[in-house]
Every structure is written in structure tokens, then in C-alpha cells.
């Protein structure tokens, strides 16, 4: 079977494991390594898909949990797939709906079958299955699939997370075994598999070892970045990334920190997602080349100048921070418009230049540059 999405490694940094590489898909190329937009609900918030894709995302994410409730797969798949519902015309990835549903805890319960939850919209009663989740998916006409798994607890002990990851292995053949019952489903999307073990490095390699035998055209790394102390999530990406095949794209999935990005990309992560340049957005704190900026703070009330002076997004060539503070302050729509665009802008771009500086073998040389004007984390 010719598979919807292949991954061309093109290049490695020759002082670290950063790689440059292009990802293949139905919807058109996207340049590795890349930050992924999210858009939970078909839509990256407070953003219209021509404003993301013009700022230079190539991929952006979507929810299968949040899509499955509302509207309902079967409405998506009448309006032609989620890339003609959202008039969205470049790649799409969606998640399992798996992370969703184990962050309900108490609205949940986990059987050998799939996860028995609550609707946090109504309090309907739902199960989700591997099946379930890839017959959500297949309708949502992603580019890219994730297969169904449990995101253990971060304080979970050894005795849960190897409990907890052989029924992932157990739910990510059924997920296969579901997607690979025809060559067009096969053709039209990828299924994606995920390295799952918590924070123990035994289970990830035998973790790693299983979704590998599955042969499936790219992997991604869960449980990560889920509220453990930096320096143990740096450990874990010590050798989580060179657990999985060199020659398929590897996806650490819901980070987008700056600096997360670059720990990331340096341990030879390709794919990276996160809500966070629009969530904070929100709240009024954008990124900068020089660090944080809260736009809340009065001492931007009489600030003529832009967000970023280094920054050339729609925001800054054309708003003052005394104008966007007002608008903050004002609770504005477009106060969200135009921080969102500016944080997403600056991720996006942010990636650009580490393809750049890999391509030029000065990856490490860009990450300090970086790191002392952004100054710390």
C-alpha cells in the first residue's frame, strides 16, 4: 500500500541531532521542522485560515474529542471534510481525542473497550474506541491520524504506566488493524503512532520498540511536557526522539514554548503543537525577540512603539503598544486578533529560522543568539 503522508530526511546539523526535512502529503509539502497551529474547534481561534496560512503555517492541528461533540463528525463529513468546512486548503493533523478524554477524571472510565465519558457540553454519555476515534477521524479527512491511547497521570508509579501502556499497545493494533482494512483509506490518510511510558525510560524503549514493528509512516511522543519539572522533561528528551526510526517524522505533541521548541528541535523533534500562542494571546502576553511583553502592564500606556521592533507581522508594522494595551484593556475582539497573530507569526517565523540556520550548519550558534536576547525562561 502507497502510504497518504512520507517523510524525506534531508539534513542533520552536524553538531547536534537537529534535522531538516519535508513531510509529503496529499494537501501539499510542509518544511520539518514545524510548529503547528492549533485550531481545537475547527478554527485557530480569534484567526481567519487565510490570516494563518499567509503568516506561513503549512500544517495546522484539530481536535477529534472537541469535533466529535460538536458539531458531529457525520456534519463534517457531509460538508466535504474538515478542509472544506473550515476553508483551510493545506495539511491537517488530528489528534486521537485521547488526551481530552483522560483530562476529564472523574467524567471518565477506562475499560479494555475504549473510555465510557461525559460531555462537558451537556452531560451525554459517550464511548470512545480505537475504532471510534478513527472512524471520527477518517470522516474529519485529516492528513494525518493519531492513534488512540492513554495518557497516563504524571505522578503515575511503574506498576500503572506499564499497566497503562500495554493497553495502548493492545488499542494501537486495533487502530491499525481498523485503518488498514482498505488501500484507499490508506492512500487518502496516515495513521501516526505514539510513544507513550511516562516518565520511565524502560517503558518508552519498549514502547518504542512496538510502534516501530508497526512500520507506520511517523511517530509521535506523548506524556511529555505535562507538567513535570523542566529539567526531568529535558532528561526524557535526552533519549526519547533516538528510541523511534531516524527516517519517519517524529512529533512531540502540545509543546510550544520558545524554548521547548529549541530543546526540541536540538534532540531531533520534527513536529511540535501547542495552544499556547493564542491562549496567552488572550491574556494579553505576546513573545518577543527580547523576552515577555504583558501588554497589561501601564507602563505601555503612553508606548508608541510596536510590539517587536524586529518583528515585520501585520501587528507590528501596523499597531502601537499603547493601542493594543488599550484594546486589552477595553476587552476588544480584536485585541485577541491581533496578539494572536503576532504570537503565531513569531513561532512560525521563529521555526523558519532554525530550518535556516540547520541548513547552514549554525543551529547551535542561532539557539544562543536567541536565547540571550529572549533571556530567560
Not at 10 to 36: C, E, S, W, Y
Not at 162 to 175: G, H, I, P, V, Y
Not at 336 to 346: D, P, R
Amino acid at each position: 500500500m502507497k502510504n497518504a503522508v512520507t517523510f524525506e530526511l534531508k539534513k542533520t546539523d552536524d553538531r547536534t541531532r537537529a534535522r531538516l526535512g519535508t513531510l509529503h502529503t496529499p494537501h501539499g509539502d510542509v518544511q520539518t521542522p514545524v510548529f503547528m497551529p492549533v485550531g481545537t474547534q475547527a478554527t485557530v481561534k480569534a484567526m481567519k485560515p487565510e490570516e494563518v496560512e499567509k503568516l506561513g503555517a503549512e500544517i495546522i492541528l484539530g481536535n477529534t474529542y472537541h469535533l466529535y461533540l460538536r458539531p458531529g463528525h457525520e456534519i463534517v463529513k457531509e460538508a466535504g471534510g474538515l478542509h472544506k468546512f473550515m476553508n483551510w486548503h493545506k495539511p491537517i493533523l488530528t489528534d486521537s481525542g485521547g488526551f481530552q478524554v483522560f483530562s476529564l477524571g472523574h467524567m471518565r472510565k477506562i475499560t479494555e473497550e475504549g473510555v465510557t465519558f461525559r460531555s462537558y457540553l451537556d452531560g451525554s454519555k459517550h464511548m470512545l474506541s480505537p475504532e471510534k476515534s478513527m472512524e471520527i477521524q477518517e470522516a474529519l479527512g485529516s492528513d494525518i491520524m493519531m492513534a488512540f491511547d492513554e495518557c497516563a497521570p504524571p505522578e503515575a508509579d511503574h506498576k500503572y504506566v506499564e499497566k497503562s501502556l500495554a493497553l495502548t499497545n493492545r488499542w494501537l493494533k486495533r487502530c491499525k488493524d481498523y485503518h488498514y482494512e482498505t488501500e484507499d483509506k490508506v492512500e487518502r490518510q496516515s495513521l501516526f503512532g505514539i510513544q507513550q511510558g511516562g516518565f520511565f525510560k524502560d517503558l518508552r524503549k519498549e514502547s518504542s520498540k512496538f510502534i516501530s514493528d508497526m512500520d507506520l509512516p511517523g511517530y509521535s511522543i506523548g506524556g511529555l511536557s505535562v507538567g513535570e519539572p523542566k529539567e526531568v522533561f529535558l532528561d526524557m528528551m535526552d533519549d526519547c526522539p533516538d528510541m523511534l526510526p531516524k527516517e519517519k517524522p517524529r512529533y512531540l505533541m502540545g509543546v510550544g514554548s520558545p524554548d521547548y521548541l529549541f530543546e526540541g528541535v536540538e534532540r531531533g523533534i520534527d513536529m511540535f503543537d501547542c495552544v499556547l500562542p493564542t491562549r496567552i494571546a488572550r491574556h494579553g502576553l505576546v513573545m518577543t525577540s527580547h523576552g515577555r511583553v504583558n501588554i497589561k502592564n501601564k507602563q505601555y500606556e503612553r508606548d508608541w512603539g510596536p510590539l517587536d521592533p524586529e518583528c515585520d507581522c501585520y501587528t507590528c508594522r501596523n499597531y502601537s503598544r499603547a493601542y493594543l494595551r488599550h484594546l486589552f484593556k477595553s476587552e476588544e475582539i480584536l485585541s485577541s486578533m491581533l496578539l494572536s497573530e503576532h504570537n503565531l507569526h513569531f513561532l512560525v517565523n521563529t521555526m523558519k529560522n532554525m530550518r535556516e540556520a540547520i541548513a547552514e550548519n549554525r543551529f547551535p550558534e542561532y539557539k544562543k543568539e536567541f536565547y540571550d536576547k529572549y533571556g530567560k525562561f
